[in-house]
């Protein structure tokens, strides 16, 4: 069965720091993994997806199929990047399997 | 456009009662899905709905019913009430459904409480 772990439920980094979210999942498929992302009184939103891979608002993720990973990765935290993350893993269909979600807090 | 919009925005019910949750999606979009966000975790799949037909359930008992209309709004009805029915209810319509990778668009969400 398809299944996404987020193995932090919080991550606190200073301002400028790196961060690193992680995600793995398991799917006998060929997977399509996606980053939703929560801010403050908005909505679930759409951050990334794996087969555009793009940067947005610097952030990435790569898909590493040999260690089942979705990590997503910012060089230099912004104080605006404070929200809950979630790895999603589309079902065939377009039907979403969501982590546990982590919350990023970044200090000034 | 407002985006996916969600009716009502809180409600508390008693176990043992029923309760109707509706969303309304993006003008000119034709699925819409259901996820059930308990405090603490993720949002977890209940329903998908594409041209008035139910594409995927989640694994949740059959208390848990929708439907879709012909403008393809949704409702979310659960029957007998539990308290673990407490969560916050998600809808996300997207432009279509199936094959290919649809970016889906969430609504605010219906807090249920269940007292």
């Known amino acids: 069965a398809q299944r996404v772990t987020q193995p932090e439920k919080l991550l606190s980094v200073f301002k400028g720091a790196p961060v690193e979210l992680k995600c793995n999942y398991s799917y006998s498929g060929s997977p399509e993994l996606f980053w939703y992302v929560q801010y403050s009184r908005q909505r679930l939103q759409l951050l990334l997806r794996?087969?555009s891979r793009e940067s947005i608002k610097g952030f990435t993720a790569d898909l590493n199929k040999g260690e089942t990973s979705f990590h997503l990765k910012k060089p230099f935290a912004q104080e605006e990047d404070s929200a809950m993350y979630y790895c999603a893993l589309n079902n065939a269909g377009n039907m979403l399997t969501f982590g546990g979600g982590t919350r990023l807090m970044v200090k000034p | 456009d407002a985006g996916v919009t969600q009716s009502p925005t809180h409600l508390i019910k008693t176990r043992g009662q029923h309760v109707t949750l509706r969303c309304s999606p993006i003008?000119?979009?034709?699925?819409v899905s259901w996820y059930q966000q308990v405090l603490g975790q993720g949002p977890q799949f209940i329903f998908q709905y594409y041209e008035k037909e139910e594409r995927g359930r989640g694994n949740f008992p059959d208390r848990f019913s929708a439907r879709q209309f012909p403008n393809y709004s949704s409702e979310l009805n659960v029957n007998a009430l539990l308290l673990g029915d407490s969560a916050l209810y998600l809808c996300a319509s997207s432009l279509e459904a199936g094959t290919g990778v649809y970016e889906q668009y969430f609504g605010p969400g219906t807090r249920l409480t269940v007292t």
């Open positions: 003008s000119g979009h034709k699925s």
């Open positions: 794996h087969i």
